[in-house]
């Protein structure tokens, strides 16, 4: 019953954040991904959330980040690689 809970309220506090810039960086123990936004008139992109996790997990992410980027393309065609919104 305490998962069920637990669950729950994971749920109620997601929340989505759009981002257009990206910042990886690493160290010996880490990788550090931040995720923002940028548009064109601003000085500097505006970083919202960070996220920090083992090499191992990056890995794993960089894995199924790769199998959804194939099966959208399978579905939808390549993505262009210019801007993405020329």
Request: aromatic letters at 14%; glycine letters at 6%; proline letters at 3%.
């Amino acid at each position: 019953m305490a998962q069920n809970s637990a669950a729950n309220s994971f749920d109620e506090a997601r929340e989505g954040r759009y981002a257009n810039h990206f910042y990886i960086g690493h160290n010996a123990f880490e990788v550090i991904l931040q995720f923002g936004q940028f548009y064109e008139g601003n000085n500097q992109p505006v970083m919202h959330t960070s996220i920090v996790t083992s090499p191992a997990y990056a890995e794993r992410f960089l894995r199924l980040l790769s199998r959804a980027i194939a099966e959208y393309e399978s579905t939808f065609g390549a993505i262009s690689t210019g801007r993405p919104h020329e």
